[in-house]
């Protein structure tokens, strides 16, 4: 007998049983008792208290006004939002094409006031250059077995970066060291790509702080993270693009921000972090 661990999505549909059952139970209430009041059968409160089945929205605003608990209703019903859209699988995703997987983020990116971003071994998208994001994507090609549209991805890449100079925006970017060290294609474009970090550190709508490798640290992040003003965070794996908008979790998310930014260097410590990989590269 084999046994398969739940998905992500099957999780948050558990802790969301969870929490109705935590919320019924507060108000003292039985399961047949909410079921008469929202004139249900007695098996689907169960069924929604076990993850089996996930509540709709609308189920989720009647439990809550029947257990007298409206002020749960906004972080319930985002949390339904989230397990309906929280694995998009980027097999089908890129099954048009690279390019339209570049372009899928824009309007996100237009509507966002407040980017604050993480990542641990990879420069962010926004600030690549043309050959280190034509180095990361064909890897990702072969590996994704997706439509051959190299050219035409990295354009749609280096076209959103225009967000950048948008008024009224701000880019917060915490770097591990080990972004600058990981190497996409040769030393060169590593090089020139640090150039580039450089001249984007001097942008002034962007605030790009780097944490030391050999630092002793408040906490680790497991993986790099977005978090587009306070409404959502995006994540990826190696097969999947999460989207978190519970606004507990990312409040959480943003918690992990702000302790992670406490030990990185900022300014002209952040540019000789930067200078002393470059450095280096030069040498290699």
Not at 29 to 50: C, D, I, N, P, Y
Not at 91 to 99: S, Y
Not at 129 to 141: E, G, K, V
Request: charged fraction near 25%; charge should be positive; glycine fraction near 4%.
């Amino acid at each position: 007998m084999t046994t398969r661990p739940p998905s992500p999505a099957q999780q948050v549909a558990e802790e969301l049983g969870i929490r109705l059952r935590e919320i019924r139970q507060g108000a003292a209430l039985t399961g047949r008792a909410l079921a008469a009041q929202a004139g249900w059968h007695f098996t689907k409160v169960s069924r929604m208290e076990h993850g089996v089945k996930v509540a709709t929205e609308e189920e989720i605003r009647i439990w809550c006004r029947i257990c007298r608990a409206e002020d749960q209703i906004p972080d319930l019903v985002a949390t339904v939002r989230a397990i309906q859209t929280m694995y998009q699988e980027l097999r089908r995703q890129t099954r048009a094409g690279m390019k339209r997987l570049m372009r899928a983020p824009v309007p996100l990116y237009e509507r966002t006031r407040r980017f604050r971003i993480y990542e641990h071994n990879v420069i962010p998208g926004l600030f690549q250059t043309p050959a280190y994001a034509r180095a990361m994507l064909t890897f990702w090609f072969g590996f994704l077995d997706a439509p051959n549209d190299l050219d035409e991805a990295v354009d749609a890449r280096m076209d959103r970066q225009r967000v950048i100079h948008s008024r009224g925006k701000r880019f917060d970017v915490l770097l591990e060291e080990q972004a600058l060290r990981t190497w996409f294609g040769t030393a060169d474009v590593q090089a020139e790509q640090l150039e580039r970090l450089l001249t984007v550190m001097s942008h002034p709508h962007v605030s790009l702080r780097i944490i030391p490798l050999m630092i002793e640290r408040p906490c680790v992040a497991s993986t790099g993270f977005w978090i587009y003003d306070d409404a959502m965070v995006t994540l990826e794996t190696p097969t999947a693009s999460l989207e978190v908008t519970r606004p507990r979790e990312v409040e959480l998310y943003t918690r992990m921000f702000e302790r992670l930014a406490t030990v990185a260097r900022k300014g002209q410590a952040a540019r000789e972090l930067v200078l002393d990989v470059l450095g280096e590269l030069h040498r290699h």
